[in-house]
Structures are given as C-alpha cells and as structure tokens.
C-alpha cells in the first residue's frame, strides 16, 4: 500500500511540475500573493473576436467574468486548481479592491506614452498589465468615496481613463482574450510576497499630467 501511495504521490508531481502555464499562474496569483481570481468567459474558438457567453454584442470578448460570477472569485487553492484543470485555457480574471489590488486603465497608445512620462518623473511603479487594445496600471485598494473626492478636485480627466475598483475586475497574464494576448508591460518581480504597488492619487495625478502636456487624450475604446 506504501508503495502505492508512493508513486501515485509521483506522479501527481510530476503532473504538477508540466502544469500549464495558465493554471500555474492562476495559483500563483491566488495563493502566493492572495489575489481572488475565477475563470473568465473564453473567446470562441472558431472566431476570436466573439465570445462564448450569450451576449452577440460582447465589447469584451474573453476578458470578463461570466460562469460562475465574479462574487465567485476566491484564494482558495483547490477551487482555482479544480477551475483551471477543468478549463485549461480559460482567462484569469481578477476581482479588484479588497485584498487585492485595483487598476487604472487607458489606451494602448496613450500608456506607453504616460508610462514614459512616469519614468522621467521618477514615479514607482508597480506591475502593469498589457493588452493590444488598453494598459493597467496596479495600484493599492481604493474606496469610491476616495476616488471621487481625487478625481473631483481635477479641472480635466481623459474621458479614456477608466478605473479597476471594488466590485470591478481585470484579466491578468498569460490569458488570451478576443483583443488578444495579454503580458506584462511592467512584470511583477520575483518572489512570493505579493507584489508592491503604488498609491492610486500618485498614478492618477501623474497620467493625468502626462496626457495633458503631451496632448494624448484618446478616445475610449
């Protein structure tokens, strides 16, 4: 019997060790760094740019939650490892705010350039996700109250920011969506700490002032 329990205890590692790359994420995300994370509605497999929730207008294709719901969204390792093995190549979707970061997003185009501007200001920045269509950019949990009071006193905000908090979610990497395959712009560094990221007042005044003096308002997309 011990010999038994020996090599079926093999050959689950040895499983674990050719685990996908999207699981393997996933379980990084959930319980290395304590993010709650659910399968996301995958893209149709016979044209991309559709989606396989019932929605034939789905502006986002792949990239959202859709069953089970995003109150779902959990740490727990055997949920997201019963999720993943069950739907291998579904999306990774994060349900922001909590105990989990939340984001501020804008056009691809528009990012890089702010991104640039960030740097020569000196701003520290935190992981970055990428899509080909929009950039988010983490930032530390924050509450609707906070954000209206910060995006109050502006006497301009793009009209193609939009923000990541509680109650939203993003798609993280390496999941393929109908926009296409998401990376990251800024990876997170090495380790099992969940990683640093900055305060949303920082992010926003600086995009902000870098879409402003560069002259980068793109539309919402």
Same mark, same amino acid.
């Given at each position: 019997?011990?010999e038994?329990?020996?090599?079926?205890r093999r050959?689950?590692?040895?499983?674990? %060790? @050719?685990?996908?790359?999207?699981? #393997?994420?996933?379980l990084?995300?959930a319980?290395q *760094?304590?993010?709650? &994370?659910?399968p996301?509605?995958?893209?149709?497999?016979?044209a991309?740019s559709?989606?396989?929730c019932?929605?034939?207008?789905?502006?986002?294709p792949?990239?959202h939650?859709?069953?089970?719901g995003?109150?779902?969204a959990?740490?727990d390792?055997?949920?997201?490892?019963?999720?993943?093995?069950?739907?291998?190549t579904?999306?990774?979707?994060?349900a922001?705010?909590?105990?989990a970061?939340?984001?501020?997003?804008?056009?691809?185009p528009a990012?890089?350039?702010?991104?640039?501007?960030? %740097? @020569?200001a000196?701003?520290?920045? #935190?992981?970055?996700?990428a899509?080909?269509a929009? *950039?988010?950019?983490? &930032?530390?949990?924050?509450?609707?109250e906070?954000?209206?009071?910060?995006l109050y006193?502006?006497d301009?905000?793009?009209g193609?920011l939009?923000?990541?908090?509680e109650?939203?979610?993003?798609?993280?990497?390496?999941?393929?969506?109908?926009?296409?395959?998401?990376r990251?712009?800024r990876?997170p560094?090495p380790?099992?700490?969940?990683?640093?990221?900055?305060d949303?007042?920082?992010?926003?005044?600086?995009?902000v002032d870098?879409?402003?003096?560069?002259g980068?308002?793109?539309p919402e997309l």
């Open positions: 019997m011990r038994i329990l020996g090599r079926r050959l689950l590692s040895r499983r674990d %060790d @050719r685990m996908p790359e999207l699981i #393997g994420a996933a990084t995300f319980t *760094w304590q993010w709650p &994370v659910l996301g509605a995958a893209a149709d497999p016979q991309r559709r989606c396989s019932p929605d034939p207008d789905c502006t986002v792949g990239a939650p859709f069953d089970p995003l109150l779902a959990t740490s390792e055997r949920m997201v490892r019963w999720w993943w093995t069950n739907r291998p579904a999306p990774i979707v994060l922001t705010g909590g105990t970061p939340c984001a501020v997003s804008l056009p691809a990012a890089a350039r702010a991104l640039d501007a960030l %740097d @020569r000196g701003l520290r920045l #935190g992981p970055v996700v899509s080909p929009r *950039w988010a950019i983490l &930032v530390r949990p924050y509450s609707m906070q954000l209206g009071e910060l006193a502006k301009f905000v793009p193609s939009r923000f990541h908090g109650g939203g979610y993003i798609t993280l990497p390496p999941s393929v969506t109908g926009q296409g395959a998401l990251w712009e990876a560094l380790g099992s700490a969940s990683p640093w990221v900055p949303v007042e920082a992010v926003v005044d600086a995009v870098a879409l402003t003096r560069t980068v308002s793109a």
